[in-house]
Antibody, heavy 118, light 110 residues
């Protein structure tokens, strides 16, 4: 069965950096695009970034452009999110999410909490 | 402010039907048939309920159905059950290639 397991969340000071990882299993990782989606406490869902199946195409939301970098290692079945210049409004649960057949997300990880606070 | 507009809350009694709307523009919902709906229970990850406007993934009850007219998509839940109480989010493709969501609708089963 498909499994997505995020790690790397924690508490970081404003202006700091953090790298999230997502270990994928149960499907052919190299064949699917992947998203990072975040959810601030008590708030709705927010698409952060997307990477194509081979890493050739990357897209970012306006609020993270220039600060966050998405990447993947298909040999390790792992997705990454490098987050720099973190701000308090980046505080959220970050979900790793697998692209489905029609620009949907058919599987989600359990999420990892990132807290930006001094 | 979310890209897509949903009502903040809806409610219904067990056995009844409810509909949640999701309004966008011609650049998202109106321009593509890539609308999806997600159910999220407290403390849990979202779950895909509808994709490509009307399709249900395997294992999702046929009490859930989706539709679209112009720039507005809708999710209908028939025969409401207590377990349907959750937050529901719509999403659509846009040319930005980033997932855009509605603000979410809290469904209360009375």
């Amino acid at each position: 069965q498909v499994q997505l397991v995020e790690s790397g969340g924690g508490v970081v000071q404003p202006g700091g950096s953090l790298t999230l990882s997502c270990a994928a299993s149960g499907f052919i990782f190299s064949s699917y695009g992947m998203h990072w989606v975040r959810q601030s406490p008590g708030r709705g869902l927010d698409g952060v970034t997307f990477i194509g199946h081979d890493g050739g195409n990357k897209f970012y939301g306006d609020s993270v452009k220039g600060r966050f970098t998405i990447s993947r290692d298909n040999s390790k079945n792992t997705l990454y999110l490098q987050m720099n210049s973190l701000r308090s409004d980046d505080t959220a649960v970050y979900y790793c999410a697998k692209l489905g057949s029609a620009w949907d997300v058919d599987f989600w990880g359990q999420g990892t909490l990132v807290t930006v606070s001094s | 402010q979310s890209a897509l507009t949903q009502p903040a809350s809806v409610s219904g009694s067990p056995g009844q039907s409810i509909t949640i709307s999701c309004t966008g523009t011609s650049s998202d919902i109106g321009g593509y048939d890539y609308v999806s709906w997600y159910q999220q229970h407290p403390g849990k990850a979202p779950k895909l309920m509808i994709y490509e406007v009307t399709n249900r993934p395997s294992g999702v009850s046929d009490r859930f159905s989706g539709s679209k007219s112009g720039n507005t998509a809708s999710l209908t839940i028939s025969g409401l059950q207590a377990e349907d109480e959750a937050d529901y989010y719509c999403s659509s493709y846009t040319s930005k290639n980033i997932l855009v969501f509605g603000g979410g609708t809290k469904l209360t089963v009375l």
